[in-house]
């Protein structure tokens, strides 16, 4: 039965595929109205900090991961599936569950609106990349024949596009930037997931009968990327509040992206898309438990490296 999830698809029509296009893309504009040129400024004055976060969600966490799926050997799809995840730059939530955390908004802010920029590349090549390194996934990748580039086109868009234009109006209407953040970005992420459980509900049947094969590695994956950020913070020397930030980049992924680039270039690959919606489920209640636990933890005065 196991390997039957490899040619499962769970089905998506285009209006709610458009829906949750426009839904993204309205999340990421949410989160740009937050987001100015000085906190990419932050890269200057704190490359140490900024590089670190990036480097353990774009190189790190996609070779944990392929060393995860060697050692458990799961089923194609939902091994791509956790290529994919990994190749997501950080979720949506993650500045609201640095906040709660009592760690560096500021830095969380800034790695989210680099992060987001690099996705438009690094996520089609780190997926390519990975998935070509592993046997049974790269089958997959040669039989679906990605383009690349195409993959780059439409993460531009969704993630591209709206991040520069929430910043321009956080630029010349800084005010009214100000006003919509607080409303906009919240509606939109709860209209996101409204339509994600819409669509899983269509396929009901079909996420019942398999979550419980990725119910395990979803757990551990996540756990695996929370420690994956928290060690190479903690190795670099950085203090409380950064470590608590460069983990959260790290282990909260932006798995709505990863459902839409399964369902527009996979088709909805059955295991792929079971396990990248359930990460997205999972993470945040991972997120809000760990982002608890560290926010009614006092951070005492330490110096800010």
């Known amino acids: 039965m196991e390997q039957l999830i490899d040619n499962v698809h769970i089905n998506f029509d285009s209006n709610t595929l458009w829906s949750l296009n426009l839904a993204l893309a309205l999340v990421m504009f949410g989160i740009a109205l937050e987001i100015s040129v000085n906190d990419f400024k932050q890269l200057l004055q ?8 990036v480097f353990s969600q774009f190189i790190v966490l996609p070779l944990v991961t392929f060393l995860l799926v060697w050692f458990t050997n799961p089923t194609p799809s ?72 195409e993959m780059i086109k439409l993460v531009s868009l969704l993630l591209g596009f709206p991040l520069l234009l929430g910043m321009l109006v956080n630029r010349l209407k800084p005010k009214l930037a100000f006003k919509l953040s607080k409303y906009f970005k919240i509606g939109s992420l709860l209209f996101f997931v409204v339509l994600i459980f819409l669509a899983l509900f269509k396929n009901r049947d079909i996420f019942l009968d398999y979550v419980f ?93």
């Open 78 to 149: 939902i091994a791509l599936g956790m290529f994919m995840v990994a190749a997501c730059p950080g979720g949506n939530i993650s500045n609201f569950i640095t906040h709660l955390a009592k760690g560096n908004s500021a830095l969380s802010v800034t790695l989210t609106a680099i992060a987001t920029l690099l996705a438009i590349f690094m996520t089609p090549l780190n997926l390519q990349f990975w998935g070509s390194l592993y046997d049974p996934t790269a089958a997959i990748l040669k039989e679906v024949a990605i383009s690349p580039l």
């Open 46 to 53: 704190k490359p140490k900090l900024v590089l670190t976060g």
């Open 213 to 305: 094969y990725v119910f395990w590695l979803v757990l551990l994956h996540n756990l695996i990327a929370f420690i994956t950020g928290f060690s190479l913070a903690k190795l670099m020397g950085f203090s409380k509040k950064n470590i608590r930030s460069i983990t959260i980049e790290t282990g909260i992924q932006n798995s709505g992206l990863g459902l839409l680039l399964i369902f527009t270039f996979f088709d909805g690959l059955g295991g792929m898309a079971i396990l990248t919606a359930f990460w997205g489920i999972w993470h945040l209640v991972s997120g809000l438990i760990l982002g608890g636990l560290w926010g009614y933890e006092p951070n005492k005065k330490e110096e800010l490296v």
